[in-house]
């Protein structure tokens, strides 16, 4: 069996979370990655990471359009849009940039940057 690649192993976490599939994301990762959600929060660890997934102040699960994805070594960058639902504010779009560090064929760090659109 071939290995995924890095790319493939990207598009599955996105696709594990619009179906909100924590197996499918949690495949994608090491034991230890870190999701820093920056201006929101740092996850350490599969357990940290799988309680973000599906974070109570959301419903749903988000509809995310990746527009570009660019690699360079163990680097995998994906931009995009997106929309939610806020159980406070109802539906909203924002914009997202996930830098994927790798290690050993796996996600190891995830830095996310989301913002809110119009």
Known sequence: ????????????????????????????LTDDVEWVIHG???????AEFDSEIENPAFTGSPELDV????????VVVATGEGRGTSVDHGPFRFAFNDL???????????????VPLP
């Open 1 to 28: 069996m071939t290995r995924p690649t890095q790319r493939e192993l990207v598009a599955d976490y996105f696709a594990g979370f619009r179906t909100t599939d924590h197996r499918r994301i949690l495949a994608t």
């Open 40 to 46: 929101h929060r740092t996850t350490r660890g599969k």
């Open 67 to 74: 527009q570009h994805v660019h690699e360079a070594g163990a």
């Open 100 to 114: 994927f560090t790798f290690r050993d064929g796996l996600i190891a760090r995830v830095d996310s940057y989301v």
